[in-house]
T-cell receptor
Framework: NAGVTQTPKFQVLKTGQSMTLQCAQDMNHEYMSWYRQDPGMGLRLIHYSVGAGITDQGEVPNGYNVSRSTTEDFPLRLLSAAPSQTSVYFC????????????FGPGTRLTVL | AQTVTQSQPEMSVQEAETVTLSCTYDTSENNYYLFWYKQPPSRQMILVIRQEAYKQQNATENRFSVNFQKAAKSFSLKISDSQLGDTAMYFCAFNWANNLFFGTGTRLTVIP
């Protein structure tokens, strides 16, 4: 199993550009989520999904869109990038209920100029 | 709202010694789960240990153990026989309704 994969590993954008961060998992997990990690602030939840076709907002959803058309994939879209979105982004998946361990991808470092 | 506080931004420990990382949290929930994650320089998030709030017995995983005080809302991590590979950021996290709430982390350095 590859676990949770994320692409790209690094990305530089200009303000106003759009892009999609890809996330895929091969563990048949129902629950997937996106976090951002900023210096001194830990990880904060952006969006999450409890299954295909179902998504919901986390703590910091503004500026980001998600969709979940398949169990395996959970892309994160930035429609108009802003410097405040410079961060490291992590995708995670789990079997679903609160007790389950969340497995994290390797992260994407995004810089918005 | 759930909040997690790690009051020690940085700590260091001599190799083979024991170190304790502190974590407190605030919640009105009764059933929840607590985790410690390790993030080495590779950036990968690795689960170290977990604790179910309904269990009174403290969790242990080899050299890692927790001191869970539910009434005090405290969840500290003890690392015994520290190794150079333990050098990393350590995050305390609270899990409720499938969402993880993280503390700001403690940077641990193991000194040879």
């Amino acid at each position: 199993n590859a676990g949770v994969t994320q692409t790209p590993k690094f990305q530089v954008l200009k303000t106003g550009q759009s892009m999609t961060l890809q996330c895929a998992q091969d563990m048949n997990h129902e629950y997937m989520s996106w976090y951002r990690q900023d210096p001194g602030m830990g990880l904060r939840l952006i969006h999450y999904s409890v299954g295909a076709g179902i998504t919901d907002q986390g703590e910091v959803p503004n500026g980001y869109n998600v969709s979940r058309s398949t169990t395996e994939d959970f892309p994160l879209r930035l429609l108009s990038a802003a410097p405040s979105q410079t961060s490291v982004y992590f995708c995670a998946s789990s079997m679903g209920q609160g007790v389950a361990e969340q497995f994290f991808g390797p992260g994407t470092r995004l810089t918005v100029l | 709202a759930q909040t997690v506080t790690q009051s020690q931004p940085e700590m260091s420990v001599q190799e083979a010694e024991t170190v304790t990382l502190s974590c407190t949290y605030d919640t009105s929930e009764n059933n929840y789960y607590l985790f410690w994650y390790k993030q080495p320089p590779s950036r990968q998030m690795i689960l170290v240990i977990r604790q179910e709030a309904y269990k009174q017995q403290n969790a242990t995983e080899n050299r890692f153990s927790v001191n869970f005080q539910k009434a005090a809302k405290s969840f500290s991590l003890k690392i015994s026989d520290s190794q150079l590979g333990d050098t990393a950021m350590y995050f305390c996290a609270f899990n409720w309704a499938n969402n993880l709430f993280f503390g700001t982390g403690t940077r641990l350095t193991v000194i040879p």
